[in-house]
């Protein structure tokens, strides 16, 4: 996932619309434990003045995420869609832009505080709601 800054000089834009290996994204911990498989990446980079613009299209991703109910990890797709970065050129060292921080960014901040498995149907909420209020019973008595 490289932009190079020299050819967008000439005023081209580079397009990008692959699916980028895990490792390319995410620490090597990560990898099978946060995130499974490519993640599809898609964006448009263009120079702007003294600024890299880049728009995401989108980016896609399935995450392993713990299910608030029952704590299992579960796979969970993250979908982001749209979205700009502006980076100043100043701030790039060398000629070749590498935005696979931005993306592992992105990611990290769209997986859910709050998330349930089997789509919002864990099998264990029966039992935790009834562990609930039998305890809510318990503190009024
Ligand atoms: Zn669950």
Same mark, same amino acid.
């Given at each position: 996932?490289?932009?190079?800054? =020299?050819?967008?000089?000439?005023?081209?834009?580079?397009? +990008?619309?692959?699916?980028?290996?895990?490792?390319?994204? +995410?620490?090597?911990?990560?990898?099978?434990? !946060?995130?499974?498989?490519?993640?599809?990446?898609?964006?448009?980079?263009?120079?702007?003045?003294?600024? !890299?613009?880049?728009?995401?299209?989108?980016?896609?991703?399935?995450?392993?995420?713990?299910?608030?109910?029952?704590? =299992?990890? +579960? %796979? +969970?797709?993250?979908?982001?869609?749209?979205?700009?970065?502006?980076?100043? !050129?100043?701030?790039?060292?060398?000629?070749?832009? %590498?935005?696979?921080?931005?993306?592992?960014? !992105?990611?990290?901040? =769209?997986?859910?505080?709050?998330?349930?498995?089997?789509?919002? =149907?864990?099998?264990?909420?029966?039992?935790?709601?009834?562990?609930?209020?039998?305890?809510?019973?318990?503190?009024?008595?």
């Amino acid at each position: 996932m490289r932009i190079y800054i =020299d050819r967008l000089k000439e005023g081209q834009e580079n397009i +990008f619309n692959e699916s980028v290996d895990c490792s390319e994204i +995410f620490d090597a911990e990560e990898v099978g434990v !946060l995130v499974i498989e490519p993640v599809e990446v898609s964006f448009k980079a263009y120079l702007a003045g003294h600024e !890299l613009i880049i728009e995401w299209q989108f980016i896609k991703a399935r995450c392993l995420v713990n299910c608030t109910v029952c704590n =299992d990890k +579960f %796979n +969970f797709q993250i979908e982001i869609q749209e979205g700009r970065h502006i980076e100043p !050129l100043s701030s790039i060292r060398g000629a070749v832009f %590498n935005p696979s921080s931005l993306v592992r960014e !992105l990611i990290l901040l =769209d997986i859910p505080s709050y998330a349930e498995c089997k789509e919002g =149907d864990c099998p264990e909420r029966e039992t935790l709601k009834r562990y609930i209020e039998k305890e809510s019973y318990g503190s009024t008595t």
